[in-house]
């Protein structure tokens, strides 16, 4: 089972944090990139941030400086720390996951493995 499994999502007032988690399965891969997006009905899916295997990691403009992405190698598992959050923010947050050697991006198309997403809702 390689599907990604997200948890953590919930609802909470602007300028509150949530962490959400992802879990998933490695099968013996030693490089792999994990991210983490974000969709709003009716709109197409956003790249939030992502992160490779040495820890390094990339965000989007929408969130820099207020969303960390970590992980637990142990665990297999990765984490998205959202702080500040805003109304705006409120979206199905999905984790991805690709392996191999490719460039950790922010790209939905350079992933092959999705978890069926965690709704985060920000009330004003």
């Known amino acids: 089972q390689v599907q990604p499994v997200e948890s953590g999502g919930g609802s909470v007032q602007a300028g509150g944090s949530l962490r959400l988690s992802c879990t998933f399965s490695?099968?013996?891969?030693?490089?792999?990139?994990m991210g983490w997006f974000r969709q709003v009905p009716g709109k197409e899916r956003e790249g939030v941030g992502s992160?490779?295997?040495?820890?390094?990691?990339r965000y989007a403009d929408s969130v820099e400086g207020r969303f960390t992405i970590s992980r637990d190698n142990a665990k297999n598992t990765v984490y998205l720390q959202m702080s500040s959050l805003k109304p705006e923010d409120t979206a199905m947050y999905y984790c991805?996951?690709?392996?191999?050697?490719?460039?950790?991006?922010?790209?939905?198309?350079?992933?092959?493995?999705w978890g069926q997403g965690t709704q985060v809702t920000v009330s004003s």
């Open positions: 991805a996951a690709v392996f191999g050697t490719s460039p950790c991006r922010i790209v939905e198309a350079d992933f092959g493995y």
């Open positions: 992160i490779n295997t040495r820890g390094n990691t």
């Open positions: 490695v099968y013996g891969y030693s490089r792999y990139c």
